[in-house]
């Protein structure tokens, strides 16, 4: 709430007062681009519907374009901070070793593997055991 009433502030500091913002997810990830186009104007008659339109398809256009670098870079971010553990359970994936053989190499339960399993996929955004081990091999961290 403060960061939003702290861009606002900002925006009226400008000399912007009125406009059109998006805000789109960035697959994979938990990032959203943001996209505003605004105008000294305080009335809105400036936005028609040809104006949203326009607007919406330059949004969108510059969301395809930066999304692959965006999703690149929090893939990358989230990659160096892997611990050790961490590097130990994506080994043993790539190896085809189950939670059960894993839990068994690094002294814990296969339901704590699971568990970490699952939080790596969702930190790089991939859906299972195969997207993972092939994106962390990509990215030579395997």
């Known amino acids: 709430h403060q960061a939003f009433n702290s861009f606002l502030g900002a925006m009226r500091d400008d000399g912007m007062c ?3 913002m998006f805000a789109m997810p960035i697959p994979g ?3 959203s681009a943001f996209m505003s186009f605004t ?5 809105r008659d400036w936005i028609t519907a040809a104006t949203v339109e ?3 398809s ?3 256009s510059v969301h395809a374009f930066a999304s692959p670098q965006l999703t690149a870079a929090s893939r990358n971010c989230a990659a160096n901070s892997l611990t050790s553990f961490e590097r130990e359970l994506l080994t043993g994936i790539a190896e085809g070793a189950s939670d059960k053989e894993i839990g068994r190499r690094l002294d814990t339960s296969a339901h704590n593997v699971d568990y970490h399993l699952r ?3 969702k930190r790089f955004g991939v859906a299972n055991r195969i997207e993972l081990t092939y994106l962390t091999s990509k990215l030579e961290l395997i």
């Not at 105008?39 to 009335?43: E, K, V």
Request: hydrophobic residues 40%; positive net charge.
């Open 58 to 60: 330059i949004a969108m």
């Open 29 to 31: 990830t938990r990032l």
């Open 18 to 20: 009125s406009g059109l």
């Open 39 to 43: 105008a000294p104007r305080r009335s």
């Open 54 to 56: 326009q607007s919406l």
């Open 119 to 121: 939080k790596l996929r």
